[in-house]
Each structure stands twice: as structure tokens, then as C-alpha cells.
């Protein structure tokens, strides 16, 4: 499903509250302070998942800041991709990015 800029479409609107979501979980998982020998297992799950989270969150910050951009989310597994002029764009853990041809985004995928 691609996602508009337009804040009133559906796929916005959820694309929104998935955003506030994540980062509520991520305050809510304040789990920097907690010793690690302390963490039960969710909360162990939580950390190991605020990487990916906080990479998803600036994917989707960059792409409101390239109009070029097509954001499209798996409605299966909520994974989110960005496309710019049918070539997709990659981020790595820390939120830089990079765009790969189509020949190599294929191999890659």
C-alpha cells in the first residue's frame, strides 16, 4: 500500500499513529537505566527492537523531507520501503541512507 503526503488519507493517517505509537513504546521502554541483569523478557525484546524502531522512524522523517519519494508499507508484516523513481532507498542503523539501482536492490531483496 503506498502511503500519501496527504495528511487526511487513510494510509497517513495510520502511518501517523504507527509513528506516535513506536515512539510512545520506545519512552514507555525506558530501559537504558535498567541494568541489563535486571530486564525481564520483554523488556529484553523491547531493547533489542529500539534499533530497527528508531530506523524506521527516520526513514520516515527523510521521506516527508523528498517529495520525490514513494513510501509503501507490507500490509503482512508492517515493514515499510521507500522508492525513489522506482529505485529503492536503503537506510542503515543509524539513519543514513543510500539509494540502490534496481539491479541491485533485486539482488539484494
Not at 21 to 28: D, G, I, K, T, V
Not at 31 to 48: F, G, M, R, Y
Not at 72 to 91: A, L, R, S, Y
Request: one cysteine or more; aromatic letters at 6%.
Amino acid at each position: 500500500m503506498e502511503i500519501s503526503r496527504n495528511p487526511e488519507s487513510v494510509g497517513s493517517v495510520e502511518l501517523e499513529s504507527t509513528i506516535e505509537a513506536l515512539e510512545n513504546e520506545l519512552e514507555h521502554f525506558a530501559i537504558a537505566t535498567v541494568p541489563e541483569s535486571h530486564l525481564n523478557e520483554d523488556q529484553q525484546i523491547a531493547k533489542n527492537d529500539i534499533p530497527a524502531v528508531k530506523r524506521q522512524i527516520k526513514m520516515v522523517q527523510e521521506y516527508h523531507k523528498n517529495p520525490q519519494w514513494k513510501l509503501f508499507m507490507d500490509e503482512e508484516t508492517g515493514n515499510i520501503k521507500i522508492f525513489e523513481e522506482g529505485n529503492e532507498v536503503v537506510f542503515d542503523e543509524v539513519g543514513c541512507y543510500r539509494v540502490l539501482p534496481k539491479d541491485q536492490a533485486s539482488e539484494n531483496g
